[in-house]
């Protein structure tokens, strides 16, 4: 298989423990390819160099460069969806096999940390796409850590509800795949929230979004999200919610609250959508 791993990075410190521990995302017999969307300008005086010489050697990388910023509505916010589409375009999806949306704080591990988990992140990955392989119902898998989840092992079940986000990594099928498969357009929006929108398109399409737990992936705590719509903040619920992709999912499906169990009528259209494709609604 031809697996492919993308992610935005404005933490070079960070992106460093990423691809140094990538070994343990890894599996014997496949190929890998990261595509990296480097951000500016905290990726100046970082020469790619260095960052194939974090990598194991045999491990693919594309890279290029893009700004933080952009001005929306005479302010200066993050477009993270945008940077996800950009990312994506550095590889042609009809060469991979799967798609692995990462954050580039990801620590990849042996497995060997824990008492309970004795597998990689490599092969929990496997797990995904080996679930995805068999149950075409599916569209995509999210991938999580172990909080509220210990007792699931290693089952793979649809998702309703809860956050909808990156985690330990969103997976997707690959081959024959377009940009609109993997972001619905008409949630295309500044801010943040892009991994929401990736995480329900499939549901968009007809297909249910699933959860894996205990991924063995470590990711670092993330920054408390901030309240006040204020310029150049990456953490803006508010701004998500009155101009972002909540507002979009708003706008479409009725009221969102994530975290939340989805909207009704994005359910609904959904269960309408699964039927015409011949598919028993998961939820």
């Known amino acids: 298989m031809v697996i492919a791993f993308f992610v935005i990075s404005n933490a070079p410190t960070d992106f460093e423990v990423f691809c140094r521990t990538f070994n343990h995302a890894m599996v014997a017999g496949h190929e890998y390819i990261i595509c ?14 260095t960052i194939r ?3 194991p050697t ?6 290029a460069y893009r700004k933080r910023m952009i001005i929306f509505d005479r302010e200066p916010v993050f477009h993270y969806t945008d ?5 994506f375009s550095l590889l042609d999806l009809r060469q991979v096999d799967y798609l692995i949306v990462c954050d580039d704080d990801f620590k990849f591990t042996n497995g060997q940390s824990t008492n309970l988990y004795k597998y990689s992140s490599g092969e929990r990955y496997m797990d995904c796409f080996q679930y995805l392989e ?3 119902a599916c569209g ?3 991938a999580k850590h172990h909080l509220g989840g210990g007792g699931m092992g290693r089952k793979i079940v649809p998702m309703m509800s809860g956050f909808f986000e990156t985690a330990r990594g969103i997976i997707l099928r690959g081959r024959n795949r377009s940009y609109s498969d993997i972001i619905d357009p008409r949630l295309i929006a500044p801010g943040i929230g892009e991994d929401v929108s990736i995480s329900i398109t499939p549901i968009i399409n007809g297909l249910y979004t699933a959860k894996a737990m205990n991924t063995t ?3 670092k705590p993330t920054t408390k999200y901030k309240f006040a719509v204020t310029a150049g903040n990456a953490w803006q619920l508010e701004f998500a919610y009155q101009k972002g992709v909540f507002a979009q999912i708003e706008k479409l499906f009725g009221d969102f609250n994530h975290g939340g169990r989805l909207p009704e009528r994005l359910l609904q259209h959904y269960r309408e959508t699964a039927a015409r494709l011949g598919h028993t609604a998961a939820y």
């Open 140 to 142: 995509c898998i999210i």
């Open 83 to 87: 940077a996800r589409l950009h990312v």
């Open 36 to 49: 990296a969307s480097l951000q500016m300008p905290e990726y100046e005086a970082v020469s790619l160099d």
């Open 58 to 63: 045999i491990v693919e990388l594309r890279t």
């Open 217 to 219: 992936t470590h990711k």
């Open 53 to 55: 010489n974090w990598l």
């Open 134 to 136: 068999t149950n075409p």
